[in-house]
């Protein structure tokens, strides 16, 4: 196990406050925000696109990003496409895939907006979606899956870890599942990738959307998309960057990944990306994913043991812990953790309101785990809400 209090020394916000909202984003370290300063102060240039020093300084440092990523998740570097988001990975496979009428996708009811929108919105070409219930606890049950398969599913997609459950699906049945109905698989690990050991290549899904500025430990306005078929994936953006031969009558695209990436990149956000999966990697995901569930479980244990707390999700849980305390909102009990003891955690629907209302709750509150927090943030954490019960005592 590493070191978690010469860790936190990479992240300077933590001697402010108890950060716990690392589901919605995590806080950046040092190393990462120096490979960026780096780029701008000694060799900013444009990427693939010049041929002087500069231009082809960064895209050597972009590249070498690229091979850190794809090296992370153990898949080719040619099919690792680097987004702005998550929510940005997946709309590209929602558009870039051909759908016809009848099309059947399968998707479940606790993805986050990101992973619901881009398929129902699907519906208005005639494409059927199919939204799985979880279990109580928020785990879907790889079997209900298989019973909604028909021969015109073409896709099923499911989140990898829930952000409002923080349950953990079997991604690797889902994966064979599918396949041996005939259809892609999409998995969203938007809230694994980082959090946990994951071999993608192993896995075998056929598109693996993530984000860059979560478990990742990348900045802001990044995202990764992994592609098993590159070819068979029409590009969201035609532009710039992305052609080798343009005539008045038509343009030839270049193979992946440059097929997918038009347009001038968010160069130092990459940079930052591949420096911060080096740093994930050197602490190795195997003890950040022990580590993380370590707290959650302790967390989600303690404060269910307060009255007035109610806690959700399963016992084998990520490193997230969604609760309410009863008869407060969720937002007010946010705004009390961090005004009386500088808590950030996230309250309200977590950009997943139909797995909120499947709770039969308004909003949660949500402790999320990061490789940074400590088991005295969990104290605190687990104190502060016992004090703050006694409001509606
Ligand atoms: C499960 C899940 N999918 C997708 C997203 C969207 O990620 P991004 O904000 O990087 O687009 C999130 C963000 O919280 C998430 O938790």
């Not at 991604?171 to 994951?198: E, F, T």
Request: charged fraction near 20%; aromatic fraction near 8%.
């Amino acid at each position: 196990m590493y070191d978690i209090y010469s860790v936190r020394e990479d992240f300077p916000v933590l001697k402010e406050v108890a950060y716990l909202d690392n589901a919605a984003t995590t806080q950046t370290p040092v190393q990462v925000v120096l490979a960026m300063e780096e780029y701008f102060f000694k060799y900013a240039g444009n990427h693939g696109r010049g041929a002087h020093r500069l231009a082809r300084q960064t895209t050597n440092h972009y590249e070498d990003a690229r091979e850190n990523v794809a090296s992370f998740l153990n898949i080719d570097y040619k099919k690792t496409i680097f987004t702005k988001n998550a929510t940005e990975s997946i709309n590209m496979v929602a558009h870039g895939l051909d759908w016809n009428a009848g099309d059947h996708i399968i998707t479940t009811l606790i993805e986050h907006h990101s992973n619901l929108l881009p398929w129902m919105r699907l519906r208005e070409q005639g494409v059927e979606v199919t939204i799985i219930t979880p279990d109580e606890y928020g785990t879907i049950n790889p079997n209900d899956i298989e019973n909604a398969m028909t021969d015109r599913t073409r896709l099923v997609t499911v989140d990898h870890v829930s952000n409002v459950f923080g349950s953990i699906q079997d991604v690797a049945r889902i994966v064979k599942i599918a396949h041996k109905g005939g259809a892609q698989v999409l998995i969203d690990g938007a809230q694994s990738a980082g959090h946990m050991p994951l071999d993608v290549g192993a896995l075998g899904c056929d598109f693996f959307a993530t984000a860059g500025h979560k478990g990742l430990l990348g900045p802001q306005g990044t995202g990764v998309l992994y592609v098993k078929e590159p070819d068979m994936l029409s590009p969201l953006f035609v532009g710039g960057g992305m052609v080798h031969e343009v005539t008045v009558m038509g343009f030839e695209i270049e193979p992946s990944p440059t097929r997918f990436e038009a347009g001038t990149p968010n160069i130092p956000g990459v940079i930052g990306l591949g420096r911060a999966v080096e740093y994930v990697r050197e602490l190795g995901t195997v003890d950040i994913g022990r580590h993380e569930t370590a707290l959650a479980k302790d967390a989600a244990r303690r404060l269910a043991e307060i009255d007035a707390v109610e806690v959700y999700g399963p016992e084998e849980r990520a490193g997230v812990v969604p609760f309410n305390v009863i008869g407060l909102n969720a937002h007010d009990v946010a705004m009390i953790l961090d005004e009386t003891k500088k808590i950030c955690v996230r309250s309200g629907h977590h950009c997943a309101m139909p797995g909120i209302r499947f709770l039969g709750v308004e909003g949660t509150v949500r402790a999320s785990f990061g490789l940074y927090n400590t088991r005295e943030e969990v104290d605190l954490l687990v104190d502060s809400v016992s004090q703050v019960t006694s409001l509606v005592a």
